[in-house]
């Protein structure tokens, strides 16, 4: 399956994003997705996580409460909803999706991943 990730920028502390990740494959709702991030000098790390149903979402500690994963399988879409953004937020994000439907906030459990967005929260 190839993502294609969208609606990173440039924004203002405080602000919001939404990122778009579409999927070309028509078996979209049958993988779990997730959102990573990695910043400069950093290693990547999960943001988020969505299961093929929908349900039970997980996020990251850092932006629980601020962000938002969402899918609509009828559009082969995966959303991030980034809300009260930091500058700490700043990063190139990822959408990755995956077969597994357990432990999904490892990296190696997603077999495709997008190109990544960049998302800049200036201070």
């Known amino acids: 399956v190839q993502l294609q990730a969208s609606g990173g920028g440039l924004v203002q502390a405080g602000g919001s994003l939404r990122l778009s990740c579409a999927a070309s494959?028509?078996?979209?709702?049958?993988?779990?997705m997730g959102w990573f991030r990695q910043a400069p000098g950093k290693e990547r790390e999960f943001v988020a996580t969505i299961p093929w149903s929908g349900g039970s979402t997980y996020y990251a500690d850092s932006v629980k409460g601020r962000f938002t994963i969402s899918r609509d399988n009828a559009k082969n879409t995966v959303y991030l909803q980034m809300n009260s953004l930091k500058p700490e937020d700043t990063a190139v994000y990822y959408c990755a999706a995956s077969t597994y439907n357990s432990m999904l906030v490892f990296s190696y459990k997603y077999a495709y991943w997008g190109q990544g967005t960049q998302v800049t929260v200036s201070s």
């Open positions: 494959r028509r078996t979209f709702s049958s993988y779990a």
